[in-house]
């Protein structure tokens, strides 16, 4: 399979109309989140109106109102579904597996790209949540922390693990996240790292550390995410700290340390996925970057690099999750037992780009692709993995605060 | 308020539904409808936003009512720079507006002959697509290696390492463009009206063109000048839009602010004062407006 961007399969036949002009006016290459994390940035999309309205009425916590799961004994017997309902982020997988999983299990998948944004989707569902109902959906794929926030609140349903036997062929290094440690409620769609995407031609040199995002000689010509995990957490790294073990301080002080170049300068915004815009047009010569973007960048501009500082990278994963009072776990189940399989894997890894948590699905790569299967962004090897770090898990109050800090340092 | 009197009255007939009395309703009739949108649109989110602000809490253990009234001064305190850069470029993009809107107006209104309607069409056209679409071109033509930098750069005007993008510069510049025709076309159609037999008559009576100016074409102009003030300097204060897509952190605004404090921080009794608060700013600004211009002519000038 190639990778020239208009044979990536069928677009969205419901691309919202901003997005599509958007997109024509700024030539950017489709990325997954780009265009509308921007409008969820800018509070513009549908969701953040209802999550706006949802701010507006309703002020109720959505703390643990005490439910507690017997994970061992799940069971989801075999049962007739008509159809599994699927939030997920946009441009995310690759259409053409759904039809033969439909044709096997005799159901539809509603494949709904409206996960725009962890918070924002949050919000809109928060009411129902609380109020003990479904959301409508039988799948949703929270980022890490975000699921960490569904379980321990109740609101996740754990899996039957007899329905997902290709569970089996889950990526070691991705086993027992902190937040679940043996696997009973999520299962990973997809990873990717953290890290620094720069333009060697504008940077003048190859950069190598964390540090090299406060050389005086970019000045301006660097950003970092709004979200603190991201950009606290790598440079945390830089500090020579582990961001998975460190504590609310050793946060703060990051946040602190962003502040002071902020303060002089040097970063010139603070973005949601809009980086590579910027990156891909020259305005931005090094920045926080996610790995998937820039595999799916250099493929129209070689020159743009990733790196992995020598200090370490965070990584994350979307993981899918079944929400609570589903309308079929068990039809959920059977879904990401078929993404699971390495064929099929391997054509949403083709597609996304993002790194795949399915084993063997580089083998199969490597036959039909082998410039994709030794991309070390989507197959990272032991030694690039061994310098990758999860997001902390700090509880729900420190994180709100180190969330009102980190907004406090980008403006806002 | 008396709209349910207003629909039942009908129903309740006989003698009671006499012709006085229904003449005496007809004035509540006509109103009800505005009312009704003033106050489903307008006073309930307005007493929703303050019931929120006097709350407090945290989002995940929920918001209870304790009447902290301190979160106003808190919130003004704590965003007081970004309160005051809004006013600032608000200010700054009006008074461009102004500057620009003007010449253009008048030529318009007294030079452009049969071009007139399809010139006021190209001021309008570009609004056609939406405020995101056209202030992301923004962000092209103002890139780093764009076109616009490269020729300041050249004439001097831009140090040699100098930007417009994530610039103070870019998002007044921003702002200004997406808020020109909320004065261009009040000026237009105050200009367009205005009896130019005066002008011949001051000139006549000896005064110089730009006396004629002076007094005669600026004060005739004056409505259209506050209205166009207003329709520009009211929804740009509370703009984040431009901030967001052509500032740095360093130039967000108290629009930006709020969206974060509701969608991010969802610290919403600080989000709801700070709304609160603009709204207020935006009231006591009209106040003086119409206390500077008389209220019949601030209506006069807005219906223009």
Redesign the interface.
Known sequence: MTRQPDERGPQQDEEPLEQFLERLVAGEPISRRSVLRRFAAAGLTVGSASAFLAACGGVEGTANKGTTVDVANVSHPKEDFSKVVFSNWPLYIDQKVIPPWEKEQGAKLRYLEDYNDNEEFFAKVRQELESGSGIGRDLVAPTDWMAARWIDLGYAVPIDKANVPNAKNLQDSLASPPYDKNRDFTLPWQSGITGIGYNPKKTGRKLTSVKDLYDPAFKGRVSMFTEWRDSAGLVLLGMGKDPTTATKDDYTEAIARIDEENKKGQIRKFTGNDYTKDLAAGNLWACIAWSGDLVQLQADNPNLEFLVPEEGAMTWSDNMLIPQKPTTAYGAETFMNYVYDPEVAAVIAAYVNYFCPVKGVKEILAKTDPELANNQLIFPDDKTLAQLHAYPSLGAAPERELTAEMQKVTGA | MSTAGANAAPKSGGGWFTLRRRRALLPAMFIAPGLMWLIVFYAI?IV??LW?SL?T???????TQTWNWSVYPDSISEYSD?LIRSVEYALTATILCLIISFPLAYFIAFKAGRWRNFLLLLIILPFF??L??RT??W??LL???GFVVNTLQSLGVLGE?G?L??TRTAVIAGITYNFLPFMALPLYASLERMDRRLVEAATDLYASRWTAFRKVTLPLAAPGIFAGTLLTFIPAIGD??NA??LG?????MIG??I??????????PT??ALSFVLMLGVLVIIGIAARALGLRRLSEAAAA
Do not use: C, H, K
């Open positions: 989110p929703s936003q929120v709350q809490g945290n989002p995940d253990d929920g918001f970004q697509t939406s995101i679409v992301v071109a962000q092209t890139t780093d290696d390492n930007r993008l994530a984040y839009i967001q897509l740095t952190s360093q130039n967000y930006n602010v969206q974060s404090q509701y969608l991010v921080v969802r610290e919403y989000a709801a």
